[in-house]
């Protein structure tokens, strides 16, 4: 199972925008943990995030920050084929 962490401001329309991607780009079709981190909460990870909010982790990886490429975040889960998102058999 795939882990996506966002990193986020609430209410900030680039972090809103972030989450309806996923939402309909990865929900439906992967099998994924989607954690949302408030970063005005921690100020260690507002400092480290907060410039570049919304920040997306893929699997702990920093994929996306500011905003979301969504066929970028899609070809991150599709197979070598193209034909079905990786990890669903």
Known sequence: ???????????????????????????????????????????GLEAQYGADAPVVLVDDVVEFRKSIDPERLARLFYDDLGERFAGIS
């Open 1 to 43: 199972m795939h882990k996506i962490t966002l990193m986020v401001k609430p209410k900030d329309p680039a972090c809103l925008a972030a989450r309806r991607v996923i939402d309909l780009i990865i929900t439906p079709h992967v099998a994924a943990l989607i954690e949302e981190v408030d970063i005005t909460k921690d100020a």
